[in-house]
């Protein structure tokens, strides 16, 4: 397997130039990104996740440790050839057209003219605004900003997306109109770098991820491992009084919810033996699953244990 | 590859060109251009007899027998010497915004991205803003040298070459605004300390009196530091006004040693850039 993005023992110390004071921003993150993949790195606020894409970019330059972008360093002007990047806080020059931003910061990818004359009116339409490649950028609101500037980043097409909040300040509409895009790139082997707050956005797009706290990675894994539950739910609407005390007697928790009642057992086999004692008893059941963690409960569990 | 350097170089500078016209620096510049050289076509009368000048008529006011070439050549060093004090200023005031506003967040993160060097991107805009207050100059000095060329009959190529040294000491007071945007990403101070340094060169160019004037030998010596390290705009200006003139020029050292100070700071401005955590 290659790897879109690797890195290895990253270290960024910010230093005070009157106090000389130290900040780790990024300390020690070895983290590897497969090629194809949907990556989403999430943190809490100063967390180092922002410096960390910033080292990727070498808009920032790293103390310690190195990272590659597929097998360039980083640091050379070409490993940034294959990115388009999405700035979270991106203040794009307002003077700028819809149209003339994309040519321009095409240009500096080194797309020739009639390349960037022919993929502007493409990319326009992609994300919705094109009826708007004309009027300037200070005009835009803040999801079109957002849109249009998802658009710079696909531009030069890239093999691998970076997106700083994506979705920040856009409706539902236009989330679920940027999630498309977003997959039609991932079909097309587009590797996807997702930094975000968006927890559930995350979830509901990215395979991977990685939980980054006081510059470290707390956690890493893939979405459906780290959100999957280790028992079973039982839910009914009435048990008798009986069975309801030899099933809370097994069950490792019991809620009311609803209306219902909610067993919840450790295994499969004490699920289904409580399936079988309250069918013997006509009992309906409502619910029947794994139980499951949300990406948040994960999120919180893991920065709340480092 | 060289192709594409180009392609980014001319992205970079028509990007300048782009937000000159958007701040209305650009337009300013070519309406006072514009309006002075109306002026001299509309309202400035000459009628030249046999090479010398029977009369100038000026808003209805009429001087008789002026040498035709003194002339030409004084008001073409009154435009020079125009352009080399008050110009000066306005370029440096109107276009010292132009580069510390690439440091702004968000916007630097996204250039920095881009499969450029750094020094490529600072130096591409400072290219375009050179191009931006040369344009102007340009078009105002050969307007004027074809107004009077086609009027009298006159046609001096220092006055032409004055606008070269003007564009030279503009891009030499640049590299400061460049020096001191990148270490300071401010406007403001980048204007301040230009401006410092355009004010001192009258100053310092009067070394020899000041030498007299001065008590200590350290003193001195510090002068005499300063005198050759800072650019030599008032000592330029006097080289331009020889060659519109038409004087010979008896040291070109101003020009030397500011382009050689022009180097070192654009130099080092490159550098500090390329280090920059932003």
Known sequence: ?306 | MRLRSLLVTAALVRDTFREAFARKIFWAFFGCSTALILFFIFIMKIDVVQGAIATISLFGNTSRGQDVQLLVRQVHAAIAAFLFTAGMFLAVFASAGLIPAVFEPGRIELLLSKPVERYHILLGRYVGNVLVIAANIFYLVFAVWLIFGAKTGIWTVGFLWSSVLIVFIFSVLLTVVLLVGVLWESAVVSTMVTFGIMMMSPILAQQRILERLLTSEWSRNIMRFLYWVLPKVFDVGRIARELVLGNSITSWMPIWSSALFGVVILSTGLFVFARRNY
């Open chain 1, 1 to 306: 397997m290659s790897f879109a993005i690797e890195t290895e023992g990253l270290v960024k110390i910010f230093r005070s130039f009157w106090s000389g004071k130290e900040v780790r921003a990024v300390d020690g993150i070895t983290l590897s990104v497969d090629e194809g993949s949907t990556f989403g790195l999430l943190g809490p606020n100063g967390a180092g996740k922002t410096t960390f894409v910033k080292l990727l970019l070498s808009c920032a330059h790293a103390t310690q440790g190195r990272a590659t972008i597929f097998g360039r360093d980083a640091r050379e002007p070409e490993a940034r050839r294959p990115i388009g990047y999405l700035p979270e806080n991106h203040r794009f020059p307002t003077y700028m057209t819809g149209a003339s931003m994309l040519d321009f910061y095409a240009a500096l990818s080194g797309m020739d003219g009639a390349a960037r004359r022919k993929r502007i009116p493409e990319l326009l339409s992609t994300v919705g605004l094109k009826d708007w490649g004309d009027t300037r950028l200070g005009k835009y609101s803040k999801g079109m900003l957002q849109r249009v500037g998802l658009a710079q980043a696909l531009m030069h097409e890239p093999r691998l997306l970076i997106l700083d909040e994506p979705t920040d300040g856009v409706d539902p509409i236009g989330r679920r109109q940027i999630r498309d895009i977003l997959h039609t790139l991932e079909q097309q082997g587009v590797t996807i770098f997702v930094n975000s707050h968006l927890l559930g956005e995350v979830e509901l797009f990215c395979r991977d991820v990685a939980i980054i706290h006081r510059g470290k990675v707390a956690l890493q894994g893939k979405v459906k491992d780290l959100t999957a539950g280790s028992g079973y739910r039982v839910a009914v609407d009435y048990v008798p009084e009986r069975l309801d005390q030899e099933l809370r007697s097994k069950a490792k928790a019991v809620a009311q919810r609803n209306g219902s009642i909610e067993f919840l057992f450790s295994n499969r086999e004490e699920a289904n033996q409580a399936v079988d004692l309250l069918r013997a008893q006509y009992c309906e059941i409502e619910e029947l699953g794994r139980t499951s963690s949300t990406l948040e409960d994960v999120f919180v569990r893991t920065v709340n244990e480092t």
